[in-house]
């Protein structure tokens, strides 16, 4: 009679020992992770707080949070991953943890692809890409077509096939922590879906082999790339959190030029596209890089959509669009922004503001460098509206539209149609430069 009371004693001080470390857990973690939903809750099945930015609104984003342990994956390799995405229709929640680098550039058993295995077959080759396309013999007036454009559209398809991962509805991606999850020469399409959830990945080296000529592009014409490191489509309620954008470990410095004009091989670090609405980008780091957020594509894209909020984010070695936004009701504020230049990437501007995009700019921190004018930071079409407050230059308080507008011949409207209230986080600007240093990117959540 003995041992069964023993053990019963045992279990129950087990319990007990179980419930205080579960409290002081979460006691810890509602400390450390201040977006999250619920203190106790492991960073697999964390979802996006009340009032976290546009993302929040409606029926918030969940992700995979609640996915079955069917549908809970570890993944180490492009197949595994691949096969945790599953169909792109298939709406069952689902949890992906990513652990350690994933290249997208290898193929189903692990190996290596370069560039010529995508080429190989497709007959393609730059040399005989830039003889047929040289403006000298065949003009500005049109887009390249002819058996090279054809055999490169095919070589493009191929590594397409390849670094282009759909990510269905109500899905969380994240790395586990400690194991510097990250996703190499990936493009993370996530496409005409809701509810996703990306975090505490670093998004590396996202590079097209196979760069389009455009006459007609601009003036001179330019290299076009097709892949972003993570790009959003038609795609609703997504919060992308603490992850770490870089063009790493090639810069655009090492882009030769042809035909007077750089071979771009990278596109967008992160895009916002094609009527994608109610997106919250909290806590990520950008870093290196030139095209890095287009928050609508064209011009022409449809009002009403394209809400997005961008917080604590720091921005840091950045050509231009931080964001270019268009059409949308835009939220940019507690972000830190490094125009110094860094591993060659000058900046252009940092926010643009087009095609009427309704951006409200708020208690944002410039560290900007004496090579670099107050009115360069902003950038419009004379429709797009900024409307700023609480933003700092060098921990000065600073007018960024006036100074653009005393600038530029288009001019930016200074009022906008709405009044942000999902702005969990909102603080002065004072401190963003100390506390986004160690809070942000991929590698600081646990
Ligand atoms: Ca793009
Ligand atoms: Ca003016």
Redesign the pocket.
Known sequence: MAAPSHRRSLRKRRVLAVSAAFVAAAAGAGVLVANASAGAVDLYHQTLAAKDGWASSGTGTTGGSKADAAHTFTVSTRAELVKALGSASDTTPRIIKVKGTIDANTDDSGKKLTCADYASGTGYSLPAYLKAFDPATYGRSKLPSGAQETARVAAQNKQAKNVVLKVPANTTIVGVPGSGAGLTGAMLQIQGVDNVIVRNLTFAATEDCFPQWDPTDGDDGNWNSN??AV?LRGATHVWADHNTFTDAPHFDSANPKYFGREYQIH??AL?I?KSSDLVTVSRNQFTSHD?TM?IG?SDSEPAGKLRVSLHHNVWKGIVQRAPLARVGQVHIYNNMYDVTPLNGYAVQYSINSRAKAQVVAENNYWKVPSSVKVAKLLSGDGTGAVKDSGNLVNGTATDLVAAYNAASSKDLRTTVDWTPTLTAGLTPATNLPTELATTTGAGVLS
């Open positions: 892949y972003d790009t596109d967008g895009d596209t095209k287009l594509s």
